[in-house]
């Protein structure tokens, strides 16, 4: 695998009205990466009307600054509409980039 070149993969899971939507996530949450995150969240949301959302980061090899926003806009996103948000796992790369811009206590 060249350093750089990862493509982001997201996988749905268990998606159907007022239940939970399970996304995994693999690859790069990067500049190339994350405005697929945000984009595809958007429309599954839209489509499925879940109460509650997992994402299984666990698979993350880089999440740099723009993916770090990603996530705070999905936050907010399903935030906005009562619709619960668990992250969980996270690799080692995104616990460390969320620790470094100090909002890991956003993503219990």
Do not use: W
Not at 2 to 15: E, K, Y
Not at 25 to 35: C, E, R, S, Y
Not at 94 to 101: E, K, P, R, T
Request: proline share 6%; with cysteine.
């Amino acid at each position: 695998m060249v350093p750089g070149c990862d493509i982001l993969s997201i996988v749905v899971g268990g998606a159907s009205s007022g239940t939970t939507l399970r996304i995994v996530v693999t690859g790069d949450l990067d500049l190339a990466g994350a405005p697929q995150l945000r984009s595809d969240v958007r429309n599954l949301l839209r489509d499925n009307n879940p109460t509650v959302v997992e994402i299984d980061l666990g698979g993350v090899e880089v999440l740099d600054d723009i993916g770090v926003g990603v996530l705070l806009g999905i936050r907010r996103l399903v935030g906005s509409l009562n619709v619960e948000l668990h992250i969980e796992p996270k690799s080692e790369p995104v616990v460390h980039s969320l620790d470094q811009y100090a909002v890991s206590d956003l993503f219990p």
